[in-house]
């Protein structure tokens, strides 16, 4: 074996380690893919090897291979076999290989289930934060199902640095395995206030994930974020703290109210340009989320406004992006404020960098109003004339139409201009977005009546100058697509056509046939229109000549397009064909066809509404999948789809185009149309289209209106002077005058249809038809199904899961505790739990012994980790370093924010942090807190775990199955009351003791447990006291956010006369500061009145600078009685230091972790040789006089945790011996605060 | 939240790290067209660009592009800042940071990153406290 060792060694002499490989690499240049291959095949060889060093090597060689692209999937049963290595070092390599190449679809990940489990808890911090990385980048549904508890229970560690990955590896576990975040999440939202800021960030991500997909159920941690980000002052932690709310103000806009000011606030002090970002960011959502009722709300728009533009007008290139793209942001709901910017919005078109110009454009669409549309576009013609690159070209032909086109043409006052703006884009070269040109030219022609003739003379022209727009670079574009509108919009509207002949000569022309075919169609179809039309004028005046010519140029032209190779142009052009010959052959008779021919195109069009067909009500009785007749044998469908596939295969290029797709024969389509006319006559539904219906043929002499139009971008006739395009007029007189010439030129043209009333041009509206189109009986537009958007497969939706509600007893991490010894020490609390909830009644007794017997047990359990744990003593040599260090630099490098705000967090820090959202809320509102409100914080406060128990059994007690054992559970839980209510001699009052017993093994690991600590009631002191009013007071530690001291004071009138005016006048010390409302006023005045014999309860937050040494302060209350005597009574504060002590996060493995780290480098102790307290006594004045936990009790033996304000460590040790004899051992992080809390309990416990 | 990070060099990815997957498969294509696409913006210009579905946010160091696609929530400036503050970890940790380190300790900088971010989100924005457990390591192996 050795000398295998000794073999495996030298040759691993030989191995290439990653540095020779990437020297190879780079000096093979030539011969990469060779080398590599050859290096592969080398690995291959390694990875056979049993010798774990060669296989981490092969694998990190493997690692950088697939960086470089090459496959190594094949790789990962060896990547696991690194992975388990017990050497720290090889154990990295394997985990970042996996991290790097695993995904969650890998199959050997079955196999690593426990291996990673078993690194999780290992007892160096490193391996488990490493796999706690690897773990974020491969999990999987299986792997966040098995390991969400190991991971929860490295959330209790006493690491930061398992803590906080611990944390963030949360969130992939909720989305893989949903189940896990109801149980979870009171334990992540206990890490919002964790002493470590880096943990606290990381809590603060996590939510700020879930909160921004699913935002409704996180509006209840409002206060708790609220609290974080008046007192952080991590610029990245406030980032996202600010993000969150972005997220949850428009679900509540008075948590928007409450943001303002803090945020405004933030704005002007902070230097941090992301921070200031983020706060603009959010104020925005804020204002969007509350649209009236603020009274300073113009001026924060104004503000965000005002710090923007000092953004874009940076010279970094980075906030003018964002400082634009926030801009856009505003603009949606306050238009003004930002159009006063516009110069500035212009003037970054101008930038040289294609992304801002991007942004800028999307401004500028919101930005345009009546007066400045024609300007705008007239500087983003000038652009495009200039811009370079097709792509930015395309994008700002798009923004022109759009800024033009939207809600309904509502800021074109003059559409003359907008379809020479229109026609004037026609020219642009290479363009994708000719289909939206020709959209828009249809749109503008059909719906605003006043503007058709001018459309149809520019249309005309257009027709007649095709060859230039279908030049040679036509054929990458889409430009030929605006032929297909112009030639369906002179046939269309004929009848307005100056000179019909000509068009119709244009048409016809020779290019037509290289135009895409669905073009040629609309061409052919309109041919006829214009056909039909001209014949039945010419009929009317009797021009013989004009008809025979029409007729042949027809017959001349069309089988250009019968011998088309396009179906849809052939049979268009066959039927037509067949028309003209047979109008000739009338014609010839001398009869006249005109009226008739004018039949197959009567009637007018409609516009339909978006989702008509959609509304379309589904017939009763029709089932589109039941088979009309027998399914067809597959032979036969396999003929079917080819011969489909023969008739489609011609059709695709036309299945873009809705309009005229398929046109039935001449003679169908006049039966089709009357039908629709007898049917539209008989129905009474149909909503007659009289004036403008009627105008559409009947019409000779309408009134266009043509006013003097005030152009920037010259109206050219296209095709006049085809190559000099884009000359832009500068001047407005110039532009004007060269209006007014072509203008005339053109009506001279128009022949008898226009009235050449330049003179009289008063400005007549430009009506847009904007109806909301033609919908099936019953439809209304608005009613649409604003369902879920997300796909089905979003993991997200399934996190969408109600977090306030209580948790039911079932709702508990999946632990497997029954084949694997470690884990079952880890997850025994649950299934204590689950025993609690088994067991019924009768089995009282002889379950308490189990217990006790279980409990020995385990204690000697511990002592063995314990002992075990300092014999690695290397690890911990490690561990201790690492952590003086890290505690060492927790604030170094964090950014600081500047000055945070005055008043602020004193306004909302007097009062503890409720879960209530509403008072939360509410509070800000009603300055002077009403009576009953104070009642309902001191509820909260005290009462809130039980409160919350309550509804939730009362809700789960209809579930009949689950009720009995809930009532099994209640009964347990009254038994241990009982319990301990015998071991306890004398029952003090004032104080409801738990049975610690019950609780300290479950501590820290399942829920329900650590809201039940939470009912421990510290002990009530004594105040003040005279003939009238009596004070009692209770302290509590709040460590966590704002490292405060809860003082509530109980206020008792013993007289009959009510007291009012209740003021206390409370200096702070140097080193003892009272968190007030008025920072300035040493006076705290209390609003209620006290009626005789009642009492009322107070709570007063207080800071300790220092919390290794005992405070006291000292001032006085005043006070009013009915009849009018004032009196004062002295006060006295005290504050030992176990006041700022707290047990909350005492848990059994952090108490362990903690002795076995080594920080505890204080060490104390004091003996009381015959104390008069029975050992619950002294347990009970420990715990509850002493404000710490009970981690753990054997016999007479019991251990104590707790943690100062600032966060210092402190253990106790009790023994009780039965002489009488107690013995009090402590340990701790900070010296001072150990002695000083001994000092303390010692006098308590002497004075009982 | 961030998805991956990207170092390269004439166009040429020397380093990458996914924190949320990609099949190798895909890598080199999405790799290619980002590198590209911010290689050819303007280097004054806008460090920040769209890609689909990602927000690419882009960094010089010398002839270095640093690169993260990350959603487009994120914020922007945040991703920049955290790219200076990642290679002023790689500076702190190496002295200083050159080519030579990119291309030979590709693992120290996979290393100092799985210290800075866990599932794409920043978990420690101090270099020191992202550093003390590496070179403890270093100091741990080299004795």
């Known amino acids: ?1248 | 939240m961030m998805h991956y990070l990207l170092i390269a060099k004439d166009g040429k990815v020397q380093f990458s790290h996914y924190f949320t997957h990609v099949t190798p498969s895909a890598r080199p294509a999405l790799e290619a067209r980002v590198v590209g696409k911010c290689q050819s913006a303007d280097k004054e210009g806008c460090h920040f660009l769209e890609d689909g579905e990602h927000t690419l946010v882009f960094r010089w160091f010398g002839p270095c592009i640093f690169l993260v696609g990350a959603d487009h929530q994120e914020n922007e400036l945040m991703v920049y800042e955290f790219l200076g503050l990642y290679v002023g970890a790689l500076q702190r940790y190496f002295g200083k940071f050159s080519e030579r380190h990119l291309l030979l300790s590709t693992d120290h900088l996979h290393m100092v990153l799985e210290e800075m971010v866990v599932d794409g989100e920043l978990v420690e924005s101090s270099i020191k406290n992202v550093l003390a457990p590496i070179q403890m390591l270093d100091a741990a192996s080299s004795r």
């Open chain 1, 1 to 1248: 074996m050795a000398l295998r060792k000794v073999k495996g060694n030298l040759e691993r002499m030989f191995d290439k380690n990653l540095t020779d490989l990437v020297r190879g690499i780079r000096n093979n240049k030539e011969t990469e893919s060779k080398y590599i291959s050859q290096c592969m095949e080398e690995i291959k060889t390694e990875l056979r090897q049993d010798n774990l060093a060669v296989k981490a090597n092969a694998v990190a060689k493997l690692t950088y291979l697939q960086m470089l692209g090459y496959d190594i999937s094949w790789a990962g049963f060896n990547i696991i076999e690194v992975m388990s290595s017990p050497k720290f070092t090889y154990k990295r390599i394997g985990y970042l290989s996996a991290s790097q190449c695993f995904h969650q679809d890998t199959e050997v990940l079955m196999l690593t289930t426990n291996m990673i489990r078993k690194d999780l808890n290992s007892h160096n911090m490193y391996d488990s934060g490493t796999a706690l990385t690897g773990l974020a980048c491969f999990i999987n549904g299986d792997l966040a199902r098995d390991l969400a508890n190991d991971v929860m229970t490295l959330l209790a560690s006493t690491k930061p640095y398992l803590r906080k990955k611990a944390v963030l590896l949360l969130y992939k576990v909720f989305l893989k395995f949903p189940e896990a975040l109801r149980p979870a999440f009171p334990r992540l939202k206990e890490k919002l206030e964790d002493p470590d800021p880096g943990v606290q960030s990381a809590a603060v991500n996590v939510i700020c994930e879930l909160a921004r997909k699913n935002p409704k159920n996180y509006l209840s941690l409002a206060p708790v974020f609220f609290k974080l980000m008046t007192s952080s002052t991590n610029n990245w932690m406030l980032i996202k703290i600010i993000k969150l709310f972005g997220a949850l103000t428009p679900l509540e806009p008075r948590l928007g109210k409450k943001l303002i000011e803090p945020l405004t606030n933030l704005i002007h002090s902070t230097s941090a340009m992301s921070l200031l970002y983020e706060c603009i960011n959010t104020v925005i959502a804020v204002l969007i989320s509350i649209s009236s009722g603020m009274p300073n709300h113009n001026a924060s728009i104004q503000l965000c406004v005002q710090k923007l533009r000092i953004l874009i007008e940076d010279s970094d290139q980075n906030l003018k992006y964002l400082g634009l793209l926030a801009m856009s942001k505003i603009l949606k709901t306050h238009p003004k404020s930002v159009q006063a910017h516009k110069d500035l919005v212009l003037q970054c078109l101008d930038d040289k960098d294609e992304s801002i110009r991007l942004r800028a454009l999307d401004l500028l669409y919101g930005m345009v109003t009546k007066k400045t549309v024609m300007e705008i576009v007239r500087r983003l013609m000038n652009h495009m004339d200039r811009a370079e690159g097709t792509m930015y070209r395309d994008e700002l032909l798009q923004k022109i139409i759009l800024i033009c086109s939207q809600n309904n043409f509502q800021y074109i006052t003059n559409f003359e201009w907008y379809i020479s703006v229109l026609v004037e884009l026609c020219r642009m070269e290479g363009t994708q977005h000719g289909g939206l040109i020709a959209n828009q030219l249809m749109d503008v022609a059909i719906r605003v009546v006043a503007v058709r003739e001018f459309t149809v003379g520019q249309m005309a022209l257009l027709l007649d100058n095709a060859h230039v727009i279908v030049g040679p670079a036509a054929a990458r574009s889409s430009i030929a697509e605006v032929l297909y509108a112009a030639s369906w919009i002179c046939g269309e509207f004929a009848q307005l056509l100056a000179n019909p002949k000509a068009t119709l000569e244009s048409m016809v022309r020779g290019k037509v046939v290289s135009l895409p075919g669905h073009i040629q169609a609309t061409y052919v179809h309109n041919m006829l229109k214009l056909y039909t039309h001209i014949i039945a004028t010419a009929e009317e005046e009797d021009d013989a000549e004009m008809i025979q010519e029409v007729t042949n140029l027809l017959l001349e032209r069309l089988p250009v397009f019968v011998s088309s190779g396009d179906l849809e142009v052939q049979e268009r052009a066959s039927c037509i064909v067949q028309i003209v010959t047979y109008v000739q052959k009338c014609h010839q008779h001398g009869d006249k066809i005109g009226p008739e021919l004018s039949a197959l195109m009567a009637g007018e069009l409609n516009p339909v509404a978006p989702k008509a067909q959609k509304k379309v009500p589904l017939p009763e009785g029709l089932d589109l999948d039941a088979w009309i007749n027998d399914p067809p044998s597959e032979s036969e469908d396999e003929e079917d789809e080819a011969y489909k596939k023969e008739i489609f295969v011609k059709h695709e290029s036309t299945s873009k185009h809705k309009k005229e797709k398929y046109e039935p024969t001449e003679e169908e389509l006049q039966k089709l149309r009357e039908v629709r006319k007898a049917e539209q006559a008989s129905n009474p539904y149909y909503v007659k289209n009289s004036a403008a219906s009627v105008q559409g043929f009947t019409r000779v002499d309408q009134e266009v209106a043509v006013e003097p139009i005030y152009l920037n971008v010259p109206l050219k006739i296209p095709g006049m002077t085809s190559m000099d395009k884009y000359q832009m007029v500068d001047g407005w007189q110039e532009s004007n005058k060269k209006r007014h010439k072509k203008h005339k030129k053109r009506s001279k043209r128009k022949g008898p249809h226009s009235s050449s009333d330049e003179e009289d041009a008063g400005p007549q509206a430009q009506v847009v038809n904007t109806d909301v189109g033609e919908m099936p009986e019953g439809a209304h537009l608005s009613d649409d199904n604003d369902a879920d958007d997300r796909p089905d497969d979003d993991p997200h939706r399934a996190l969408d899961i109600n977090l306030d509600e209580p948790l039911a007893p079932n709702e508990v991490l999946p632990t497997r505790s029954h084949y694997e010894v470690k884990s079952r020490r880890r997850s025994r609390s649950d299934d204590k739990e689950n025993i609690l909830t088994n067991e019924v009644s009768h089995k009282k007794k002889s379950r308490s012994k189990k217990d006790k017997k279980e409990k020995i047990k385990k204690s000697k359990k511990e002592e063995r980790k314990v002992k075990k744990s300092s014999r690695k003593g290397q690890d911990n040599l490690i561990l201790d370093l690492e952590e003086t260090v890290e505690d060492a630099s927790r604030t170094d490098d964090i950014p600081i924010a500047a000055n945070h705000i005055n008043g602020i967090s004193e306004e909302n820090s007097t009062e503890k942090p409720t879960d209530d959202l509403d008072f939360w809320l509410s509070k800000s509102d009603s300055v002077p807190p009403a009576t009953d409100e104070v009642d309902e914080v001191r509820a909260t406060d005290t009462e809130s775990p039980m409160a919350a128990a309550t509804p939730g059994n009362e809700e789960r007690k209809s579930k009949t199955s689950k009720s009995k054992k809930e009532k099994k559970n209640k009964k347990n839980k009254e038994k241990s009351e009982k319990k301990s209510k015998k071991k306890v001699k004398d029952e003090v009052e004032e104080t409801v003791s738990r049975n610690r017993e019950e609780y300290e093994e479950t501590n820290g690991t399942v829920m329900q447990e650590s809201e039940s600590q939470a009912m421990s009631q510290p002990v009530v002191r004594l105040l003040a006291q005279d003939s009238v009013l009596k004070l009692m007071y209770s302290t509590a530690a709040m460590d966590g956010v704002m490292s405060e001291v809860l003082v509530s004071i109980k206020f008792i009138n013993q007289s009959s006369k009510s007291i009012s005016k209740l003021e206390l006048n409370l200096p702070d010390s140097s080193s003892l500061k009272m968190v007030r409302i008025d920072p300035q006023s040493e006076v705290v005045s209390f609003p209620w009145e006290l009626s005789g014999g009642e009492a009322q309860e107070a709570n007063l937050s207080f800071t300790a600078a220092d919390d290794t040494i005992p405070h006291k302060l000292r001032g006085f209350l005043s006070y009013t009685q009915e009849d009018g005597v004032n009196s004062d009574l002295p006060v006295r504060l005290e504050f030992p230091v176990t006041a700022f002590l707290s047990g909350k996060t005492a848990s059994r493995t952090t108490f362990t972790d903690l002795l076995s780290s080594g920080q505890l480098s204080a060490r104390s102790s004091f003996t009381l040789p015959n104390s008069q307290l029975s050992f619950s006594e002294v347990l009970e004045e420990v715990s509850c006089g002493g404000s710490m936990e009970v981690v753990e009790c054997v016999d007479q033996t019991a251990s104590l945790y707790g943690r100062s304000l600032h966060g210092h460590h402190v253990c106790l040790l009790v023994k009780y011996q039965e002489s009488g004899r107690l013995t009090i051992d402590g340990k701790s992080t900070e010296g001072t605060l150990l002695s000083n809390a001994l000092d303390h309990l010692k006098t308590s416990l002497m004075q009982k």
